[in-house]
């Protein structure tokens, strides 16, 4: 399966910003999907991801009840709206896929090219 990751861009803090993940080659649907994301001299974290039908999500703490994974498997799309943005969460965001639901990124054999999201302070 290929990725392409966009949306990413400039952005105030508290502002919102929905990045998009489009999925082409297999089956969209047999794959879990995840974001993660890496910020300048850091490792790479997770982020969010969400099951096959979209039925369960997972959350990093840090983006809990700001962040929401969606998915549309008619469009082969996995969508991450962000809501009130802080500084803390720029970085480099990358889509990925798995057969497996998890929040580990060694799962993920699939992955996009990385959108940027920059939040001013």
């Known amino acids: 399966v290929q990725l392409q990751a966009s949306g990413g861009g400039l952005v105030q803090a508290g502002g919102p910003l929905r990045l998009s993940c489009a999925a082409s080659?297999?089956?969209?649907?047999?794959?879990?999907m995840g974001w993660f994301r890496q910020a300048p001299g850091k490792e790479r974290e997770f982020v969010a991801a969400?099951?096959?039908?979209?039925?369960?999500?997972y959350y990093a703490g840090s983006v809990k009840g700001r962040f929401t994974i969606s998915r549309d498997n008619a469009k082969n799309t996995v969508y991450l709206q962000m809501n009130s943005l802080k500084p803390e969460d720029t970085a480099v965001y990358y889509c990925?896929?798995?057969?497996?639901?998890?929040?580990?990124?060694?799962?993920?054999?699939?992955w996009g090219q990385g959108t940027l999201v920059t939040v001013s302070s």
């Open positions: 990925a896929a798995s057969t497996r639901f998890s929040t580990s990124s060694t799962v993920y054999p699939y």
């Open positions: 080659g297999r089956t969209f649907s047999s794959y879990a």
């Open positions: 969400i099951s096959w039908s979209g039925g369960s999500t």
